[in-house]
């Protein structure tokens, strides 16, 4: 799946996809609670009122830069809280590559928070050692995340997550810390869209007069445009994440932006458009 903002293309490259499994993270979207929104159907929810969610990286070229968003869990990491994330066996780097992007040919990681599936592709398994997967690219990490992760939680290094997918690319001397308003290129800029994390970040893209909004996790699936005030549970800041949203949302409302979601799955795009008291997703 591609979409063009004006000279820059945005690639779709999917992990996987999955039906239902979404109470763990949204546990006030029952299949009761979300039926009543058939715009969802059939690209974010089932006919059942099944969520559908998807973890893709998203690939952003412009005619100087090619940036990957967001890389996913990986291939045979360990130690995950969710049992059917460890030890995958998937051909994401194959598919990366059929797309026109061999991971080679990457210039920029941005990672828009340091979350478990957000970062496993920073690094691959060779020879019984983690390297970093796009080894021509500058990993960016907000630095206000960084630290969070690194000052509050003293034992990181001994974290799975770190161990495998964060310590190497900095061992290699790969990655720079850049603010949460950061500018990546003349077509790309960093949002801070905070409360999930407390470095989250949004990726704005602005080419020819068209523009575009790669969401991170401010928004985990469309049924928070309904239901604002539904957090995740794995959000930093319930409250803050809520007001975030809010704020997002009245802002890309009625706009010509693109909303690009990180975890929507099927056609993944639209324009927030105001529905009632709250908002929808228009594809």
Not at 104 to 128: K, R
Not at 174 to 179: K, Q, S
Request: charged residues 20%; negative net charge.
């Amino acid at each position: 799946m591609k979409w063009r903002i004006g000279e820059v293309t945005v690639t779709k490259i999917v992990e996987m996809e999955v039906a239902g499994g979404t109470r763990f993270i949204l546990p006030q979207a029952s299949r009761e609670a979300v039926l009543p929104y058939q715009w969802m159907r059939p690209h974010f929810m089932t006919e059942e009122g099944r969520l559908i969610m998807s973890i893709h990286a998203l690939v952003i070229e412009t005619p100087q830069r090619r940036i990957i968003v967001d890389t996913c869990l990986g291939n045979d990491k360990q130690g995950r809280d969710v049992p059917g994330w460890n030890g995958l066996q998937t051909d994401f780097l194959a598919r990366l590559a059929a797309a026109g992007h061999p991971r080679e040919s990457i210039d920029t990681v941005m990672c828009t928070h340091l979350h478990v599936d957000h970062v496993g592709w920073n690094t691959m398994l060779v020879d019984g050692r983690w390297v970093p997967t796009f080894p021509n690219a500058r990993y960016l990490m907000g630095r206000v995340e960084f630290d969070y992760w690194t000052d509050q939680h003293r034992n990181v290094e001994a974290s799975p997550l770190y161990a495998d997918s964060i310590a190497p690319v900095f061992e290699a001397g790969l990655v720079d810390l850049v603010d949460t308003d950061s500018r990546i290129c003349d077509e790309v800029r960093l949002v801070p869209t905070t409360g999930h994390t407390p470095g989250h970040v949004s990726v704005r893209i602005d080419s020819g007069g068209e523009a575009a909004l790669i969401t991170g996790d401010f928004i985990h699936h469309p049924c928070q445009l309904a239901r604002p005030d539904w957090a995740a549970t794995v959000d930093y800041d319930q409250a803050a994440s809520t007001a975030t949203r809010r704020r997002m949302f009245e802002e890309l409302a009625g706009s010509p932006v693109l909303v690009i979601g990180t975890h929507f799955a099927g056609a993944t795009a639209g324009h927030i458009i105001r529905d009632g008291d709250a908002w929808r997703l228009q594809v």
